[in-house]
């Protein structure tokens, strides 16, 4: 649980950042991380499309760069788009300045005010430097697709565990997340809708 849901004094620690979502209404926020990348994205997309579904996508500048057509699909599809740094770069690694820097490369390609930070990581400095640009968006669930020891049916069950009321769902739409989130995604969305959830973009 401690990887699947922060705990509560890494919530308080880090306040200023948004973790979930007001909770009066059955409602989930679907996110995608790391991407745009050729080999997944779309898939997403059609995955997404098929079921009526909008979602927010923290993208990595460089990928944007690297691949304008695909990050251009996002919001061609009603989707929203954040910035996840320009090279998928952990917080706690860097200089506060050098953070900011990375950030704001990326913004150069991503119009958003939304920010996640890679890992979840970052240093209380750079988060009150970047909260005066961005708003910073965490998550109460992480799916951990992108672990290799998880399975398919194992990042359903956290989809299942997990969500509730306001909760912002983190995917990956990468490479490495693949394997399993092309299988627990639409599982996931399927499970949701019949508890009555609806889905909303950030």
Known sequence: MLIEQPPWLYRVI????????????KCVYLTFDDGPVPEVTPLVLD??????????FFCVGDNV????????????????????TYNHIKGTH?????????????????ASDLFRPPHGHMRLPQLYR????YRVIMWDVITRDYSPHMTAHGVFNVVKKYARNGSIIV????????????DALPQSIEWLLTQGYRFETL
């Open 47 to 56: 995955m997404l499309d098929a079921y009526g579904i909008r979602a927010t």
């Open 14 to 25: 880090f306040r200023g950042a948004i973790w979930r979502l007001p909770q009066a209404e």
């Open 130 to 133: 970047l909260q005066k640009k």
């Open 65 to 84: 760069r690297k691949y304008p057509d695909i990050f251009d699909m996002l919001t061609a599809r009603g989707h929203t788009v954040g910035n996840h």
């Open 171 to 182: 995917f990956h739409d990468s490479l490495k997340a693949i394997e399993r989130m092309k």
């Open 94 to 110: 860097f200089l506060s300045r050098n953070y900011v820097k990375n950030v704001d490369k990326a913004a150069e390609l991503i």
